[in-house]
């Protein structure tokens, strides 16, 4: 090896480290997002007289918000940033990857989004109605929560064809231990099921188990975030995917 295959092979290294390490963070900044736009929402969103609520603690549906959107937009990025690597090894799977998880699960982030804060002029106008009027603003604020639950599915059933690309590539390429990929395949897969049962109500009157089917996704992604951030890719899966990419340019 010259000096100059060499000082390509380290930079190869350091910007797959630093990719490495970029995605991590990035899953571990969705997740938290996540979870502080839950402690947010939630307690508002589940009370009877919700529209009450929200009017008198708009803020909190706005952070909520917000952190959806934090969320939508550090997960829309992972994709992003692992295409580079993912592509020399099936570029057709990473591209469906970026597809799924960086266009089609944003948007289903967005219209999150939307209904969160299409429910804060709608409380508004229903504390000004008064009694005889408030009807109506119930019914409409049943059906923006309505439609955020029929997204709640849509969501799950994207991001799990997304993961089950991105885990299909990394359980060939052993870019990541197969344990954590294999594990990583699986949870994606129930979490796909969950998604289904949600859609046709099979979770409707026992919601936790919705929640134990979407926990083995849930905890494989924190310890792939933290699997990236302090090991990184493997070198020689990332070495082989080099060399294959090289030869098929160089037969071109």
Do not use: C
């Not at 289903?108 to 002029?121: F, Q």
């Not at 799950?156 to 590539?169: H, N, T």
């Amino acid at each position: 090896m010259t000096v100059v295959d060499l000082q390509m092979s380290n930079e190869h290294t350091n910007t797959h480290r630093k990719t490495a390490i970029i995605v991590g963070v990035l899953f571990i900044i969705g997740t938290v997002a996540a979870t502080l736009s839950i402690v947010f929402t939630e307690p508002l969103l589940s009370e009877p007289d919700y529209l009450m609520k929200i009017s008198a603690h708009e803020s909190h549906i706005i952070i909520g918000a917000l952190f959806v959107l934090i969320m939508g937009l550090a997960l829309a990025m992972v994709p992003v940033m692992m295409f580079p690597v993912l592509k020399t090894h099936h570029e057709p799977l990473a591209l469906g990857y970026v597809v799924f998880r960086g266009g089609l699960e944003t948007v289903t982030y967005i219209m999150n989004v939307i209904s969160l804060l299409l429910l804060i002029p709608l409380s508004q106008e229903y504390v000004q109605a008064g009694v005889p009027d408030a009807s109506n603003f119930i019914a409409l604020g049943r059906l923006l929560l309505e439609t955020d639950f029929q997204i709640n599915p849509i969501l799950k059933i994207v991001f799990s064809l997304g993961a089950l690309m991105l885990y299909s590539v990394l359980y060939q390429s052993q870019l990541i231990p197969r344990w954590l990929s294999g594990w990583g395949f699986i949870g994606a897969a129930l979490h796909l099921i969950a998604g289904v049962f949600v859609m046709v109500g099979w979770f409707t009157d026992i919601p936790t188990l919705g929640i134990l089917w979407d926990l083995p996704i849930a905890v494989q992604e924190m310890v792939m975030a933290v699997w990236l951030i302090v090991k990184g890719f493997n070198s020689p899966a990332i070495a082989s995917g080099t060399a294959t990419t090289d030869k098929n340019e160089e037969l071109m």
